[in-house]
C-alpha cells in the first residue's frame, strides 16, 4: 500500500481546508456498489470475496480482480 509523504499530505489538507469537497447524494457511493455487486453472487462467493477483502485490506473488486487475472494466467 503506498502512503503519503509529509507534503503530499500538507497539500492534500490545505486543499481540503481551502475548498469543501461536494458531495453528490444521487449517486451511490462505494459502500452501495460493493453491495450491488456482491448481490448478484451466490452467497458463499460472496461471502468468501468478503473475507478475503477484510483480512487483505482491499476493496470486493480488487479481489475479483485477481481472481480473474489468476484464472487468465492458469489458462494460458
Known amino acids: 500500500m503506498a502512503y503519503m509523504t509529509e507534503e503530499e499530505a500538507d497539500a492534500l489538507d490545505e486543499e481540503l481546508t481551502r475548498t469543501t469537497p461536494r458531495v453528490d447524494f444521487n ?8 453491495r450491488e455487486l456482491l448481490n448478484v ?5 460472496a ?3 468478503m473475507t478475503r477483502a477484510l483480512a487483505t485490506r482491499q ?4 479481489i475479483i480482480g485477481e481472481l480473474v487475472a489468476e484464472k487468465i494466467a492458469s489458462a494460458s
Open 27 to 34: 449517486k451511490p457511493d462505494i459502500f452501495v456498489r460493493q
Open 41 to 45: 453472487l451466490n452467497p458463499i462467493a
Open 47 to 49: 461471502d468468501y470475496i
Open 59 to 62: 476493496t470486493p473488486a480488487q
